[in-house]
């Protein structure tokens, strides 16, 4: 380990890191937009789910590497590329929890919203979405840290992230770089799932406590 | 061209598939590069998500947050940092590729197992069970459809991301994107990535025959009436 190499390769460093958490989160956030609107359409009209579900998990079984390399002719070796696949893949993972999240609301509760008079649109805006929070909350994270993790890989097709501390580490046999690499994703990853947690908590106060 | 007519050239191309690293050599490596992962994997998670899940309570939500922390953990950059350190030994492709594995076993046997009914529990302790018994015929089978999910999603992590054990100097379908990509070739690029897919929606395919064969009769028909 030289620590001397931090210091003076700090700009690097963090370009790198502000480069790998947009790649990781914009992904994921897309990723939660488009699941939405799904997740709202498959909740409420069950035939709509099944064969969501099969495109779903083949979708997630196309390793990101592969989608990367299936993107280059039409966009190239740029973020998009990168942010297109790993937008496919949180997609795979938000969508059955919003779908989950949805169908857990307990019917006793929709009947009282509606007793109320509640019209579908509100009902759905003000007492399923929040309820189901907790769970589509689970799948945003799942989605942002492995996102964060993944974005490393976008190296491999030149996408600049903290992936090139790996590559460049292993080329110049650099430890250093490859530590410094590895710390700076899992922390990166860790701090944006705290973030989520804090939000998570803030959007669903009943459920915070001890 | 598009992704297709390149990965389609290059995996119809005869040559492509005789002599010395050619497709089927790679093919063969990459299952075997995901197989030893997946089994070591699964020997320490499911053993350790069922009895976290049967313990139940607030452990449970610990382990889904660690899980998640884990996830953390870049494939890549850990498969490179053992390659500095041990070269191209076993452990060094093995041990990434575990830890890739570990988190989603984990998640849903202990998910499965904690999901189970508690009248189906007082059921199977009220009929004289042993708590090893109430696992292994009560809580393990009625858990087997997530068990089997965590499984699923390990396989295909595993078998996408074998392919970058070619990025230090390994075999497996990885190489021939490696390569391409090294050699601007993104012919062999496009027909590495095509096939890992065709593999990765094997296994897929894989587990879904499994489910029909350890998922008991009765847990499938009632998923089929819900």
Redesign the interface.
């Known amino acids: 380990m030289m620590w001397s190499w931090i210091p003076g390769n700090w700009s690097l460093i963090w370009q790198l890191t502000w480069e790998n958490a947009k790649l990781g989160v914009l992904p994921a956030l897309y990723g939660l937009v488009l699941s939405l609107p799904l997740g709202i359409i498959a909740a409420r009209w069950r035939w709509f789910y099944p064969p969501v579900l099969t495109v779903i998990?083949?979708l997630?079984?196309?390793?990101?590497?592969?989608l990367f390399?299936?993107?280059?002719?039409a966009f190239g070796l740029t973020d998009t590329t990168v942010i297109i696949a790993l937008t496919v893949f949180s997609l795979c993972v938000i969508l059955p929890n919003v779908v989950a999240g949805l169908r857990a609301v307990p019917p006793a509760v929709t009947q009282a919203a509606t007793a109320m008079g509640y019209g579908p649109l509100r009902r759905l805006a003000t007492i399923e979405l929040p309820l189901a929070t907790p769970i589509i909350m689970?799948g945003l994270?799942?989605g942002v840290?492995?996102g964060?993790?993944?974005a490393?890989?976008g190296?491999?097709?030149g996408v600049s992230s903290?992936?090139y501390?790996?590559?460049d580490?292993?080329q110049r046999?650099f430890?250093t770089e490859?530590?410094v690499?590895?710390v700076l994703?899992?922390a990166?990853?860790?701090v944006c799932?705290l973030l989520l947690v804090g939000a998570g908590r803030a959007l669903t106060p009943w459920t915070a406590r001890g | 061209m598009s992704f297709f007519s390149y990965a389609w050239d290059w995996v119809t191309t005869s040559a492509n598939w005789h002599g010395n690293d050619s497709i089927p050599q790679q093919l063969l490596a990459h299952i075997g590069y995901s197989v030893l992962p997946l089994l070591v994997a699964a020997l320490i998670a499911v053993p350790a998500g069922v009895a976290i899940g049967h313990r139940g309570g607030k452990i449970t939500i610990v382990v889904v947050n660690i899980a998640n922390a884990w996830r953390s953990i870049p494939t890549l950059g850990l498969l490179i940092l053992l390659a500095v350190f041990l070269g191209f030994s076993t452990l060094t492709w093995l041990l990434p590729l575990v830890v890739l594995a570990i988190p989603p076993i984990l998640v849903n046997a202990c998910a499965g197992v904690a999901g189970v009914d508690p009248d189906v529990r007082d059921a199977a302790k009220g009929v004289g069970m042993t708590t090893w018994q109430q696992v292994v015929q009560v809580e393990v089978p009625m858990a087997m459809p997530l068990i089997l999910v965590g499984l699923r999603t390990a396989a295909i992590f595993v078998v996408a991301t074998s392919t970058i054990a070619a990025y230090i100097g390994l075999g497996g379908l990885g190489r021939f994107i490696i390569d391409g990509l090294a050699s601007e070739q993104y012919g062999p690029v496009a027909g590495g990535a095509l096939l890992v897919v065709i593999l990765a929606i094997i296994v897929l395919a894989l587990f879904a025959g499994l489910s029909r064969l350890v998922v008991p009769a009765g847990l499938r028909k009632q998923a089929k009436t819900e």
């Open positions: 998990n083949i997630y079984a196309v390793p990101s590497l592969a390399i299936a993107l280059i002719p689970a994270r799942v840290v492995s964060i993790s993944l490393s890989v190296q491999l097709i903290l992936g501390l790996f590559i580490g292993l046999s430890p490859i530590y690499g590895l994703v899992i990166l990853a860790l799932d």
